[in-house]
Antibody, heavy 124, light 107 residues
């Protein structure tokens, strides 16, 4: 069965760091782009970062650029999000998701597998 | 960044009726538009990709249409299990942005 399972969330003080993990099963994460999306309490979805399937290039939302780093470990089939210099506004549920695609003349990407999320709370 | 605006922000309707949610992009996204459903306490789930393609396993009462800047998600006959928040998302350019969501309730 294709699954994603996040871990590593918790309570951290402003300025602190956390590393989130997303363990994949049923597929190889290096065959797909993988994304982190977050959702602040009572708010909508915010795209955070993506790591591409080919070459492993990464992109970040402006709100986290320079503070967060996305990476993956092929041997563990696990995606990571290293979060440094955390702020109160980073408080959210963090989801990892698989970016699948179809080719209908062009490539269309959509997130077809999601984890259940891990909660990050930044507070003193 | 491309801004996505959904309307209405919330909607209440009777079981069995046809429901339409709209999503407007601040610039053309061609048909790089996805729709997600998020039920309370759950992760989002993709319903529609490429504006009008139904994801495998999603009931056929869900459909999507549109291109360019204006898109719609239609539920042909609302069911109790459709209570959720619905989000559109453009993937035309990075960052891939979401609409603010439409909360759907049953009357």
């Amino acid at each position: 069965e294709v699954q994603l399972l996040e871990s590593g969330g918790g309570l951290v003080q402003p300025g602190g760091s956390l590393r989130l993990s997303c363990a994949a099963s049923g597929f190889n994460i290096t065959n797909y782009a993988m994304t982190w999306v977050r959702q602040a309490p009572g708010k909508g979805l915010e795209w955070v970062s993506v790591i591409s399937d080919i070459g492993g290039g990464s992109y970040y939302a402006d709100s986290v650029k320079g503070r967060f780093t996305i990476s993956r470990d092929k041997s563990k089939n696990t995606l990571y999000l290293q979060m440094n210099s955390l702020r109160a506004e980073d408080t959210a549920v963090y989801y990892c998701a698989r970016d699948n695609y179809v080719q209908i003349s062009y490539f269309y990407y959509y997130m077809d597998v999601w984890g259940k999320g891990t909660t990050v709370a930044v507070s003193s | 960044d491309i801004q996505m605006t959904q309307s209405p922000s919330s909607l209440s309707a009777f079981v069995g009726v046809r429901v339409t949610i709209t999503c407007r992009a601040s610039q053309s996204v061609n048909n790089y538009l996805n729709w997600y459903q998020q039920k309370p306490g759950e992760a989002p789930k993709v319903l529609i990709y490429a504006a009008s393609s139904l994801q495998s396993g999603v009931p056929s009462r869900f459909s999507g249409s549109g291109s360019g800047t204006d898109f719609t998600l239609t539920i042909s006959s609302l069911q109790p299990e459709d209570i959720a928040i619905y989000y559109c998302q453009q993937t035309s350019s990075t960052p891939p942005t979401f609409g603010q969501g439409t909360r759907l309730e049953i009357k």
